[in-house]
């Protein structure tokens, strides 16, 4: 699948990950959710996942661009991962537009609250934050706060930009899985479920900031034809 063996394998040898902590990604879930998304979605998502998007850098690789700084901000190396990363105002502006949408959705559909803080704070604070710093103590329920902090530990081994690609722990769905039992005895509410809409809602936060990045690249291209239109006539 989209994120199958070929990507667990490209993980472990570019990047300092071990092999036995590729494991420990939810590729269940990851698979299951990449059925959901339409083919075009999901041809985005090969080329984000794996880096080869067309970014600045890609495309100065390619040959077809002569200049690889980030056409939003105009300062650093664009990159898969600095497009979260980009802190040019109206970039973060429409990040933090979208982590608030996230939020909701996550409060919507019962996810535990120590879930929902450390998600959304880890998304906020940015790469260089610890998942497990981001954890709190927000129920009695020892268990689960244990099972949050496990999920946070392992997370943290896989990566923030690797939580970004989708790429999550197991412990996630564990620890939401415990919550639902405690809240929702007597009705049916999956875990799974949780896990792969959840996963769907991270494709599309990330393409959310994809499109931004090309409205801005669009909007200035219109400017330059804009500009080169007024010279003819000069």
Request: charged residues 30%; proline residues 2%.
């Amino acid at each position: 699948h989209i994120q199958g063996t070929a990507i667990k394998l490209h993980i472990a040898n570019t990047t300092q990950i071990s092999v036995e902590t590729v494991d420990t990604i939810d590729w269940d879930m990851i698979e299951k959710s990449t059925k959901l998304l339409s083919i075009n979605k999901r041809l985005w998502l090969l080329k984000h996942v794996s880096g080869f998007a067309p970014t600045a850098s890609k495309m100065v690789h390619r040959d077809e661009w002569d200049n690889d700084l980030c056409p939003q901000c105009g300062i650093c190396r664009e990159t898969t991962e600095h497009l979260l990363e980009c802190t040019q105002t109206e970039a973060t502006k429409n990040r933090m537009k979208s982590i608030l949408q996230l939020r909701k959705w996550l409060n919507d559909v019962e996810t535990a609250p120590g879930i929902v803080e450390c998600i959304i704070l880890a998304l906020t604070s940015g790469p260089e934050c610890s998942f497990q710093e981001m954890t709190r103590d927000q129920s009695n329920d020892n268990e689960l706060n244990k099972l949050i902090f496990d999920a946070a530990r392992m997370q943290d081994s896989i990566g923030w930009h690797n939580f970004a690609r989708g790429r999550i722990s197991t412990q996630w769905r564990k620890a939401q899985d415990h919550f639902l039992k405690k809240v929702n005895e007597g009705r049916k509410r999956s875990s799974k479920t949780w896990c792969t809409n959840f996963l769907v809602k991270m494709y599309h936060f990330v393409y959310e900031q994809w499109e931004f990045r090309n409205a801005v690249i669009a909007k200035e291209s219109q400017k330059k034809a804009s500009i080169s239109e007024r010279r003819k006539l000069e």
